[in-house]
């Protein structure tokens, strides 16, 4: 049963229990979750059927809250100062002490982070004081959902709970800009337009680059573009056997014997446990095999059912000829 919330601190109780709460904002609901558990970000993911990762946007009930996870630099600052609470989701690098998940980043070196404006979610907010990963609260494929009946009528009975807090106002997503970069290049055009970014930033006359369809779409499905998220060692699908110069990427309670290196995504054969530990033992068994002179990683098979079809989809990309 999925519960209707109208007090900020009982939804906050759930996801500091690591449940899924939807959470209104001056946008469209949001699919809220723990950002710094995985198993929750991972049922995230679960709950809106996807069937790949993509990075989440990390909500924050304050800029001060959000430039403790990301480098901020005076780009960011002055547009949180002049956008934040509002619909301008800002990407930028994270810190070393970072401790959001790298499920909820896809993996990635970047996290997407945001103030939402909306009075009960900001109460939420600060009460959980931790970061929230929130994609839009609907099934995958379906349209956002801007009323809590939109968010029931797609996911009652996949979540814990949704925090009801009227009509969304803007209705569309917000604007994604892209700040780990020299240049800012908008990734997604959304509640605050690109003419009132650019008037912040010193570009007058000088229009922010939209990011290609292509450069989106790699976005999207990190790990195609970004080399430092690929891992350097070569790696080999769907294993039935591995040598002592391969690091293994393990799946259930057999591992392969004989490998150099092992990282066992679930001993019990869970695939939302191994959705949780895929991008980290990805990281892991990449450096672990560098120090120890290995010549690349290979994969046992995942069962391509629930998020093991997100876990497959992410290991092809990985091992996907580089350009
Ligand atoms: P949604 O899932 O609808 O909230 O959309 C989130 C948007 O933010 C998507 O377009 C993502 O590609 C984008 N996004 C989130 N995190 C990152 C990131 N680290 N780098 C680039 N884009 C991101
Ligand atoms: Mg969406």
Redesign the pocket.
Known sequence: MTRLLTDPAEAAALLCAGELVAFPSETVYGLGADAWNGAAVAAVFTAKGRPHF????CHFASSEAAFAEVVADARARALAQKFWPGPL?L?LPRRPSCRVDLLA?AG?D???VRVPAHAATLAMLRQVARPIAG??ANRSGQVSPTSAAHVLAGLAGRIAAVLEGGDCPVGV?ST?L?LTGAGAVL??PGGVPAAAIEAVIGRVGRPLPLATAEATRS??SPGMLLSHYAPSLPLRLEAQAVTGAEALLAFGPRPLPGAGALWNLSPGGDVAEAATRLFSGLRWLDAEGQRLGLTGMAAMPVPAEGLGEAILDRLARAAAPRE
């Not at 993509?54 to 946007?57: S, Y």
Request: proline share 10%; hydrophobic share 45%; glycine share 4%.
């Open positions: 993509n990075p989440l946007i989701t990407v980043g990635l970047t996290l997407a994609p839009s997503e994604v892209d990734l997604r976005l999207r």
